[in-house]
């Protein structure tokens, strides 16, 4: 069993940096990937971003070029590095795995507000 714990979001300007972090309990070597999502108020939750066990990252267009998302195997820590945010990026971040056998597990969610 895989547990999810998003910590890194608060308030943030226009144009600003925030880092995400998801720390993941249970066997890491499982996950075959890793991915972050959002949901802002009124909306379904959208795909943000996620990183493969090889390495390999996909981007949501709205991202691309301004948000990375890394892992630390040693660290059983995913982030996300978000820089030059926008007002539209405001939502709760979760964060999301997926093991060999398509089991998925959801975090419980950081809030990230972008206001001037």
């Known amino acids: 069993q895989v547990q999810l714990v998003e910590s890194g979001g608060g308030s943030v300007q226009p144009g600003g940096s925030l880092r995400l972090s998801c720390v993941v309990s249970?066997?890491?070597?499982?996950?075959?990937?890793m991915a972050w999502y959002r949901q802002a108020p009124g909306k379904q939750r959208e795909y943000v971003a996620r990183i493969f066990n090889t390495g390999a990252e996909n981007y949501a267009d709205s991202v691309k070029g301004r948000f990375t998302i890394s892992r630390d195997n040693a660290k059983k820590t995913v982030y996300l590095q978000m820089n030059s945010l926008k007002p539209e990026d405001t939502a709760v971040y979760y964060c999301q795995s997926t093991t060999y056998g398509d089991v998925a597990s959801w975090g419980q969610g950081t809030q990230v507000t972008v206001s001037s």
């Open positions: 249970g066997s890491f070597a499982n996950i075959y990937s």
